[in-house]
């Protein structure tokens, strides 16, 4: 109980637990905030962008989303057989897929970040509450997800910070596919 | 083998990532943005691609809502007015752009239906 602590409170660095999920948690927020501002100051040019062989920018973007929530979806399933939650043998092949649902979920996404920064920009008009929830999740997204990779990528880190940013990232995907993806689907059609 | 793709699929990501941010500060549209668009004119479209087109289509065509290319809005509203006030005040599953839009907004999006939208 008492190395747990030890190990919790600081790291073979010397640079205490506290201070290195504080400094996590703050480059994540620097991200989110940086999303946002760009939004609201950039002036919205309207224009579709990609839509490779779909009728439009926003039908790529519904479906791009919902592959998005696809990965998610197994990045909190693998996450939970990782760490045993499931009970059963964890294969060798499963952490580097996870590591390879997380980036391609990244990547796909870029193009649909793309399109609502550069294009339509955070939403604040009064009356807009869905777009403007989407684009708090929407920022929210991409803040977690830099504190998630810290999280990962530097020793030394409380224990309890990698699944709590883990789930902010899988709540807040959910936000934006529900606030665009499902709004979509909804209104327009399971259109192509 | 599946680490190698990993890594792979992680560099191809990062300079994604980077190219993204690169374009968001340095591309410019290939027409003018919001702000300028009230300058030149074409206002309407700029505020038909923002507001409207998700549920009339990118052409009118229709979707959610009712079709307004070919004349159709016209035929509807013989009167310029009330198409205004229409979009205004919103109408059934129409919401009211009022609280949204601004009037100058309002009516060049409006003169946008009515004039290019009905040679499509």
Request: hydrophobic content about 35%.
């Given at each position: 109980m008492t190395s747990q602590v030890s190990t919790d409170a600081q790291t073979s660095d010397g640079i205490g637990a506290a201070p290195l999920a504080a400094l996590a948690i703050l480059a994540g927020a620097a991200v989110a905030v940086l999303v946002g501002v760009y939004g609201q100051v950039h002036d919205p040019t309207g224009e579709a962008t990609i839509t490779l062989f779909f009728t439009g920018t926003l039908h790529f973007k519904a479906w791009a989303a919902t592959l998005v929530l696809v990965f998610a979806l197994f990045q909190a399933f693998s996450a939970l057989w990782m760490y045993g939650r499931l009970g059963w043998a964890v294969p060798s092949w499963l952490g580097p897929v996870h590591r390879l649902s997380g980036t391609l979920a990244l990547l796909i996404s870029l193009p649909v970040v793309y399109h609502c920064l550069w294009?339509?920009?955070f939403e604040t008009e009064a009356g807009e509450t869905r777009r403007f929830l989407h684009s708090l999740f929407g920022c929210v997204v991409y803040g977690a997800f830099t504190t998630k990779i810290l999280a990962v990528r530097l020793?030394?880190?409380?224990?309890?910070?990698l699944p709590s940013v883990g789930g902010l990232l899988f709540a807040a995907l959910i936000g934006v596919w529900c606030t665009s993806s499902l709004w979509f689907f909804q209104n327009i059609g399971f259109e192509i | 083998m599946l680490k190698g793709l990993v890594t792979v699929v992680q560099v191809i990501t990062l300079g994604a990532v980077a190219a993204t941010v690169f374009l968001l500060l340095t591309f410019t549209p290939t027409s003018p943005t919001r702000e300028a668009a009230a300058n030149l004119g074409i206002l309407g479209e700029q505020v038909w691609v923002r507001s409207c087109a998700g549920c009339h289509?990118?052409?009118?065509?229709?979707?959610?809502g009712p079709t307004l290319a070919g004349g159709a809005v016209v035929e509807a509203f013989p009167d310029r007015a009330e198409q205004i006030a229409l979009v205004t005040d919103g109408f059934e599953g129409m919401p009211a752009f009022g609280g949204r839009l601004t009037p100058a907004e309002i009516s060049a999006v409006v003169d946008y239906t009515r004039n290019e939208l009905a040679q499509r």
């Open positions: 294009s339509l920009g020793h030394g880190m409380p224990k309890w910070l | 289509g990118a052409d009118g065509e229709g979707g959610i």
